[in-house]
């Protein structure tokens, strides 16, 4: 069965340091999305990438925060200067956008930073 | 922009139903009522969606009232795997944009 894959699986950072997070979606997916959960906390919604570009955010994603897909396949969430509040589980998204649009969640990337 | 409600835990015996109740009494008539779950911090897993009708898979059935203000997921013989947080989340379906709205969702533990 298709899988959103992520990698890494967990990353320890020092405060400060830029940090890129990879996703390789379903293959015929077209739709993207980041997701985080602060450790006790909700799951929740970063950003959608729909058609090479953002589609929505949330306050959360601010200027530190970017997304690409730079080939195709992959889909990158980026941290440019990681603080300690950015430690938490992330979690990568898509869906084909078919039927009633469900969506397929990674195992995520647990990111650490100290 | 919590539209739904439900309990915060709750327990289930292994091998009996689990029914797990849904408060959605804003819900607009476009919008379907999906349930995730998530074990143990892994990635959020689709369970099954709905709009009116009541809904089974292989994994469970959704019963959802008449006049749609809320819905049970019930998980026909729980397992100790089924252990986890399930999440009801109500959202337009057939929009450009499949996002979901996490809330607290109730966390269910199954026991031997």
């Known amino acids: 069965e298709p899988e959103v894959t992520q990698t890494p699986s967990h990353q320890v950072t020092q405060m400060g340091q830029e940090v890129i997070l990879r996703c390789v979606p379903i293959s015929n997916h077209l739709y993207f999305y980041w997701y985080r959960q602060i450790l006790g906390q909700k799951v929740e919604f970063l950003v959608s990438?729909?058609?090479?570009?953002?589609?929505?955010k949330s306050e959360i994603f601010d200027d530190q925060f970017s997304v690409e897909r730079p080939d195709g396949s992959n889909f990158t969430l980026k941290i440019r200067s990681t603080k300690l509040e950015d430690s938490a589980m992330y979690f990568c998204?898509?869906?084909?956008?078919?039927?009633?649009?469900?969506?397929?969640f990674g195992e995520g990337s647990r990111l650490t930073v100290l | 922009d919590a539209k739904t409600t439900q309990p915060t835990s709750m327990d289930c015996a292994e091998g009996r139903a689990a029914n797990l109740p849904c408060n959605h009494s804003t819900i607009s008539g476009n919008e379907y009522v999906y349930w995730y779950r998530q074990i143990h911090s892994q990635g959020p897993q689709y369970i099954i969606h709905g709009l009116k009708n009541n809904e089974t898979n292989e994994m469970a059935s959704l019963i959802i009232t008449e006049d749609r203000k809320s819905s049970t997921l019930i998980l026909p013989h729980a397992t100790l795997r089924d252990t986890a947080v399930y999440y009801c989340?109500?959202?337009?379906?057939?929009?450009?944009?499949?996002?979901?709205?996490f809330g607290a969702g109730t966390t269910v533990t199954v026991r031997a």
């Open positions: 998204a898509s869906s084909g956008g078919q039927g009633h649009g469900e969506l397929f």
């Open positions: 990438f729909y058609n090479n570009e953002i589609s929505e």
């Open positions: 989340i109500v959202r337009v379906a057939w929009s450009n944009d499949y996002k979901l709205s």
